[in-house]
């Protein structure tokens, strides 16, 4: 099972996607957990579960998480990977995936998240991912794989 946290446009589903063309690997982002019943509460401990299933060999899973509160729900034993940029780089790519407005909520908002996960503990600290380095990351990842 595989953990990839960070700010938005940090590069999280750009990595969960170049892994994706190497493996077949089971993606999930953020809530997307809250499919799984209608009760948040269950749906978290069904996802739970799911995610330890990982972590024991039963598959391959990656989960990109934007928000620091659900890393509670990792299991011990998943690869942790936490990437970070710099904020006129996020700023940068979040403009542009707006279409080149930021308004000035979302620039409130970003500062106000900015730096949230650098004091996450992790097996894989990427900053300002490129596509130099995620190439790195993920023949890091897929070694990790190896390795269990």
């Known amino acids: 099972m595989i953990a990839v946290f960070g700010e ?12 994706r063309k190497k493996i077949p690997i089971a993606v999930y982002s953020g809530k997307d957990y809250l499919q ?4 948040e ?10 995610l330890q299933e990982r972590v024991r060999g039963k598959g391959t899973a ?12 990792v299991p011990d034993g998943a690869f942790r990977v936490r990437l970070t940029a710099d904020l006129p780089l996020i700023k940068a790519r979040f ?40 190439d ?5 990842i897929l070694g990790h794989l190896r390795e269990d």
């Not at 990656?62 to 729900?73: N, S, T």
């Not at 080149?100 to 991912?129: Q, S, T």
């Open 62 to 73: 990656l989960w990109a998480i934007g928000e620091r509160a659900q890393l509670r729900l």
């Open 8 to 19: 938005s446009c940090t590069g999280k589903s750009t990595l969960a996607a170049a892994l």
């Open 36 to 39: 799984l019943d209608k009760s």
């Open 95 to 134: 403009t542009a995936r707006l279409g080149g407005v930021l308004p000035p909520a979302v620039a409130i908002m970003l500062d106000r998240k900015h730096g949230a996960f650098d004091a996450e503990p992790c097996e894989l600290a990427i900053h300002n991912l490129s596509e130099i380095n995620l």
């Open 136 to 140: 790195e990351a993920v023949q890091t």
């Open 41 to 50: 509460p269950e749906a978290e401990r069904i996802f739970s579960q799911y």
